[in-house]
């Protein structure tokens, strides 16, 4: 999947607090690869999160390779519209 950086992280800003640590916890990763998902810079995460990100308009580009911490984030934002 291809998004915008700027999109991305539009995303992650509307995640209520603790969000990075639910998805972390459902997933079983580490908190710091969730936040690296989102743009951060952990260099201390434990695993890989297969986004490549490529400057440019909007914030540039991320290709995701796994869709599974956006799919947890977003499913988190629709609870919160309930």
Do not use: C, W
Not at 3 to 18: A, C, H, Q, V, Y
Not at 25 to 53: M, P, Q
């Amino acid at each position: 999947m291809i998004i915008t950086f700027n999109e991305l992280r539009r995303i992650k800003d509307r995640l209520p607090s603790g969000s990075s640590q639910r998805i972390a916890d459902e997933l079983g990763i580490d908190v710091e690869s969730v936040r690296n998902y989102f743009g951060g810079k952990h260099f201390d995460a434990k695993t890989g999160v297969g986004v490549h990100f490529e400057q440019g308009p909007d914030g540039g580009v991320v290709t995701l390779d796994d869709t599974t911490i956006l799919d947890a984030a977003m499913r988190i934002l629709n609870e919160e519209q309930k």
